[in-house]
């Protein structure tokens, strides 16, 4: 039996520790789903910032084309022991093949070139490799999202910073009063009493004595009248701005919850799994190649302790006589 060279070990250490990392990080990302906590896909991060390390450093060191297979498989099949279903299993099939063809290519660019460059290597499939990731990740999302309630599915628009100050400059030519609304210092109270003195500006003539009163009553009644659409008490130091996209997002769960039943598909999870596919793919693909430097002085490393070796080889290549 052929004794294994330095770097077949370390290609095969490469291997055993990408699965483990691989079924740690799937992991994680089940857990970032269904917990209710802001900072539970911190953990997931991490975790997924190790396992694009080791794949990126194996990708280096799996010359053969059944290394370069496993590690496409064990990337992202540990996906499926934490969200299973049909549609999970062909994406994580055809993200298998997408990551297996972005390996052969950092493999096939480091037998082309003439002088050994590990970032521009990596490059050659680099796209491939984190649109499969990519694909994966947001399908075992799209499973867990499924089993989410609504309630906690509409938050993960940014409503408070994306539909709100949206709604606000839509609504502005038609109601001048919601311009005070892009400042987010503007209270419930502030907002309110600014509506009634424009209204008694343009003619809803109020005896003097009267005013305060009047507009305490207009105050206390429409604060009410907000609470119910909420179900909670209106102080009326909230922002205004955010509480109008509380309002939007109640809204937004009870049309929901009313209509799901009727839906062919569930339309809350589909779209934020693309949601998240479109933010992911382009993130990931911008992070990568830092990743890749990190990845470059590893390799350094490597070579100057001796677990690889880089030799000078002559070629021989067919070329049409000039």
């Known amino acids: 039996m052929p ?3 330095p770097r077949q070990k370390l290609a095969s250490v490469f291997l055993v520790l990408m699965l ?3 079924f740690f990080t799937w992991r994680a990302l089940a857990r970032g789903v269904l917990i209710e906590e802001a900072s539970s896909f911190l953990m997931p991060a991490r975790w997924f910032g190790l396992l694009f390390l080791l794949l990126l450093a194996g990708a280096l060191v799996w010359q053969e084309k059944v290394l370069a297979f496993l590690a496409a498989i064990f990337v992202v099949v540990p996906s499926l022991f934490q969200a299973w279903s049909v549609a999970h299993l062909l994406i994580t099939l055809l993200s298998i093949g997408l990551v297996w063809l972005g390996l052969r290519r950092v493999q096939h660019e480091l037998g082309e070139r003439i002088h050994l460059s590990v970032r521009r290597s990596l490059a050659a499939g680099l796209g491939l ?5 990519s694909l994966t990740l947001s399908s075992q999302y799209f499973v867990h999202a499924k089993s989410l309630s609504w309630e906690r599915l509409v938050p993960s628009f940014d409503l408070a910073e994306g539909v709100g100050p949206l709604v606000l400059h839509s609504l502005r030519p038609f109601s001048p009063e919601l311009a005070s609304l892009q400042d987010r210092t503007v209270t419930v109270d502030d907002f309110l009493r600014d509506v009634q003195m424009k209204d008694t500006a ?3 003539l109020i005896p003097p004595g009267m005013q305060e009163t009047f507009w305490r009553a207009e105050l206390n009644r429409t ?5 119910r659409l909420l179900g909670r008490e209106i102080l009326g130091t909230e922002n205004m701005q955010t509480l109008l996209s509380e309002v939007l997002r109640k809204k937004t769960v009870a049309f929901f919850s009313s209509e799901h039943q009727s839906l062919p598909v569930p339309v809350l999870p589909l779209f934020l799994s693309v949601l998240m596919f479109l933010t992911l793919y382009p993130l990931m693909a911008f992070l990568a190649p830092f990743v890749g430097s990190i990845v470059g002085l590893v390799f350094r490393f490597l070579r100057r302790i001796g677990w690889i070796r880089v ?3 002559s070629t021989e290549r067919e070329v049409i006589e000039r």
Do not use: P
């Open 129 to 133: 490799v984190v649109l499969g990731v």
């Open 3 to 5: 004794e294994w060279s």
């Open 311 to 313: 030799m000078l080889v």
């Open 202 to 204: 343009r003619g809803q």
């Open 20 to 22: 483990l990392v691989s």
């Open 223 to 227: 604060k009410q009248e907000l609470g």
